[in-house]
């Protein structure tokens, strides 16, 4: 049972670039979710998704967008990436929202030159 | 507003203190949930406990207990006789009711256990 994955670790972007953060979960978690912490701080939430073909932003939604196509997947695709989004990315899933505890995943190291 | 405060950015204790780690909220809902979550140097978020508005009792699960007083707003976790491996950033968080997908987190407070 891997929980909840993420790939890649680790990327380097340039200013301008795109990417896709791929985030997939085995649990048959209906709730899925993508942060971002940047040093020291806690995390806040980018968007979040109550079910296939459902997503919503969360406090932090520019220069990012969501889809959910299936229940395990629930990608963050970076358009025109900028400094301002280095930071480490995690996504989680719950059973349903509160008060059920979310899962994470291990992370997403994204740095932005 | 809504809102969770950690004061304490570090703390660093020797190996078998005990050490307590200090979280207060803010809201006017009467339907809320508190979390913790510790995160290991290794980066993943792993959670520890849940308590709903309405259950104040303290909870102990081995060396870790929690501390909920609704009267401070406060839900404070003390580690009894801490280890090297209790080094962590810990995260206090708050869920609404009427918030359903949305965890406000403190910022975390950093602990060291030094040996």
């Known amino acids: 049972n891997a929980g909840v994955t993420q790939t890649p670790k680790f990327r380097i972007l340039k200013i301008g670039q795109s990417m896709t953060l791929q985030c997939t979960q085995d649990?048959?978690?209906?709730?899925m979710y993508w942060y971002r912490q940047d040093p020291g701080m806690g995390l806040k939430l980018i968007y979040y998704?109550?079910?296939?073909?459902?997503?919503d932003k969360g406090e932090v939604p520019n220069g990012y967008n969501v889809s959910r196509s299936t229940t395990e997947d629930f990608p963050l695709r970076l358009e025109l990436a900028a400094p301002s989004q280095t930071s480490v990315y995690f996504c989680?899933?719950?059973?349903?929202?509160?008060?059920?505890?979310?899962?994470f995943g291990p992370g997403t190291r994204l740095t932005v030159t | 507003a809504q809102k969770v405060t950690q004061a304490q950015t570090e703390i660093s204790v020797v190996e078998k203190e005990d050490v307590t780690l200090d979280c207060v909220y803010e809201?006017?809902?009467?339907?809320?949930?508190l979390f913790w979550y510790k995160q290991p140097p290794s980066g993943e978020l792993v959670f520890l406990i849940r308590?709903?508005?309405?259950d104040e009792q303290n909870e102990i699960s081995g060396r870790y207990s929690w501390n909920f007083q609704k009267s401070t707003s406060s839900f404070n976790f003390t580690i009894t006789a801490s280890q090297v491996v209790d080094s962590a950033v810990y995260f206090c968080?708050?869920?609404?009711?009427?918030?359903?997908?949305?965890?406000?987190w403190g910022a975390g407070t950093k602990l060291i256990i030094k040996p």
């Open positions: 968080a708050l869920s609404l009711r009427n918030s359903n997908y949305q965890l406000i």
């Open positions: 809201t006017r809902d009467t339907t809320y949930y």
């Open positions: 308590r709903n508005s309405f």
């Open positions: 649990m048959n978690h209906n709730y």
């Open positions: 998704s109550v079910g296939a073909g459902i997503t």
């Open positions: 989680a899933s719950s059973l349903t929202g509160t008060p059920y505890e979310q899962y």
